[in-house]
């Protein structure tokens, strides 16, 4: 574990009173903000990197923290520091889905980490730092296999690679390279919402709020289904995430204080319009409504292509 870990972290505005306040005053005000503060956090920590020196920067995240966007918003700032960047999702190095382990259930567990080709990935990451270019494999998600071509990366003298995946952290891919070539970002939502001093939304909810919209949106997944599959998530985080977090470099808060007031919209019709459902999932249902219903509604529209709430509504700049 790394000695130099700090639980650090930005903290936003997640008090259900002053965020509803702000939505009923001036919501652009609100937005405009909120955004700002994010992204004033992001170019803070692309300096902190550009000052380590580092060629690869690996960011983890659990499901829906907005690894894919805050990967952007990072490369940008470095962009703007001169540092030309290059982005590579450990997705692309998944197996072919024969070659998948299986899960106790029977089902094929997409999750582990020997899901990915390993073999690949160090060899990526050990030319990357040893010569500043890499081929970096192609996957074909509907097929489910590795495509046949590569793509060639070529890293200037000060360029850099982030490399993002829930996988991104776990020191097997980087046992063999030297740390001082290695910046380790984890990010997540890091807050709790609150109704006075008591709890409304864990930070877990509100991803799960996050994912249930975004997985409609782009994956035509029911909420009943995001539910169903929740404690899978939830499970694959405790084993593959959450034991290499401390080894993390910097930390980032993804919360948006506007971010349920935009989500309550969309999340509130799919949760009102799915089928009747029993058990935990109907008492999380009705939670997750009530929970919701207590936020001032704040437009979509307000929301510029650059908003990290984007990745999970659409119409994001990196969509």
């Known amino acids: 574990m790394s000695s130099s870990y700090s639980p650090e972290y930005v903290h936003f505005t997640n008090n259900l009173a002053d965020i509803n306040r702000m939505a009923q005053k001036n919501p652009e005000k609100l937005v405009l903000h909120t955004d700002k503060h994010f992204h004033d956090s992001i170019c803070k920590l692309a300096k902190k990197v550009a000052a380590r020196g580092c060629q690869v920067v690996l960011l983890s995240g659990p499901s829906s923290s907005g690894k894919t966007t805050t990967a952007h918003f990072l490369a940008d700032a470095l962009n703007q520091l001169g540092h030309q960047t290059e982005m590579i999702s450990l997705d ?13 259930d029977g089902q094929h567990d997409f999750e582990c980490l020997e899901a990915l080709r390993l073999d690949c990935i160090q060899q990526c990451l050990h030319d990357l730092v040893t010569s500043g270019s890499c081929n970096v494999p192609l996957f074909d998600f509907v097929h489910h296999r590795p495509q046949p071509q590569f ?27 030297p740390h001082n070539q290695i910046t380790r970002i ?11 001093t008591e709890e409304l939304l864990s930070a877990q909810e509100v991803r799960m709020i996050r994912r249930m919209v975004r997985d409609y949106n782009f994956r035509s997944t029911t909420p009943e289904s995001t539910l169903k599959m929740w ?9 593959y995430i959450k034991p290499f977090k401390r080894m993390a470099d910097f930390t980032v808060n993804s919360l948006h204080a506007y971010e349920l007031g935009v989500l309550r919209g969309p999340a509130l019709m799919l949760l009102h319009n799915v089928e009747e459902s029993t058990g935990w999932i109907a008492e999380e249902m009705r939670r997750l ?31």
């Open 92 to 104: 692309d190095f998944y197996r072919a889905e024969e070659e998948t382990p299986y899960r106790a």
């Open 151 to 177: 793509r060639h990366l070529n890293l200037k003298k000060n360029g850099i690679a982030i490399i993002e995946g829930i996988h991104a952290l776990n020191p097997v891919l980087t046992a063999e390279l």
């Open 186 to 196: 984890y990010i997540s939502v890091k807050q709790n919402i609150y109704n006075g």
């Open 231 to 239: 404690n899978s998530v939830m499970e694959g985080e405790r084993k």
């Open 289 to 319: 409504s009530f929970a919701l219903m207590l936020f001032t509604p704040v437009s979509a529209s307000l929301l510029p292509p650059t908003s990290l709430i984007r990745e999970f509504i659409g119409g994001g700049l990196y969509n």
